[in-house]
């Protein structure tokens, strides 16, 4: 399926790396002009400088967590024109047993996944309802289901499913708000060129998923342009879970 967003301007808060990456590139080569929110700046940098064959892309040093940085986003990108896609992808994890776990990095999970997305969304709300915009949450099938030591990330998903349906709610009809949860999408190639490594997965990572592939940060890329086109006009405020089926799979220890 081919996107039109010629005309139309997005807003990726963590396009540096990974899926806010693909995002912003399949974005761009849509038609779409491209702000990229992102606190690294480096990879900020190397984004922009890598993408900007495909279109007009611009970085915007960026705190999610943090009101003023999202508020002089907003004055930067309102400068610039209207916006009509706001794609809430930034996120960080604390990887710790929950004993070890502090609570400054606690806050600071919560601050970055959750509190971001609902600034951001906050900031951006006239702008969108303007265009009869779209957003898009980037939350994670451990909204659903969790590994050990991931408290504060899973905590932060589970919220930002919950904070999409009750944006969709309140933002409607004029903005549409929807929820992606991705399950394992190896993002190796798309990382900043510093941290950069040789993909390094095993047949078995393959074979454990029910559609015989680990994810690509490609194809959530393109349920993010379905969900902000006209085609998904009948759907807001829902959870998309793309993980190859991983969360509908149920595993029982074998007989020995």
């Known amino acids: 399926m081919n996107f039109d967003f010629t005309g139309k301007t997005a807003v990726v808060t963590g396009g540096g790396q990974g899926i ?57 990108v309102a400068a610039g024109g209207g916006v009509d896609l706001l794609v809430n992808n930034a996120a960080v994890m604390v990887r710790k047993p929950p004993e070890e776990l502090t609570c400054e990095e606690w806050t600071r999970v919560l601050a970055v996944n959750l509190t971001g997305p609902f600034l951001c969304s906050r900031a951006f709300a006239p702008l969108l309802r303007a265009r009869r915009g779209a957003i898009v949450n980037l939350a994670s099938t451990r909204a659903l289901m969790s590994e050990p030591y991931t408290e504060s990330y899973s905590a932060s998903k589970g919220g930002i499913v919950a904070l999409t349906h009750a944006l969709a709610l309140s933002l409607g009809p004029e903005v549409r708000v929807h929820c992606i949860s991705p399950g394992w999408i190896d993002v190796t190639s798309l990382a900043k060129r510093s941290q950069r490594r040789p993909v390094s997965l095993r047949a078995a990572d393959h074979a454990q998923h029910p559609a015989g592939r680990v994810g690509r940060p490609e194809d959530v890329a393109r349920l993010i342009l379905y969900l902000a086109s006209d085609d998904a006009g009948f759907m807001t405020g829902e959870n998309i879970v793309i993980d190859g089926g991983m969360t509908r799979k149920m595993i029982y220890l074998e007989e020995e």
Request: a negative charge; glycine letters at 8%.
């Open 20 to 76: 806010g990456r693909a995002t912003a590139e399949a974005l761009l080569q849509a038609g779409a002009k491209v702000w990229i929110a992102e606190c690294d700046a480096e990879a900020g940098a190397e984004s922009c400088a890598e993408l900007s064959a495909h279109g007009d892309i611009a970085c915007v040093l960026t705190d999610v967590a943090d009101p003023d940085s999202v508020e002089q986003l907003l004055r930067t």
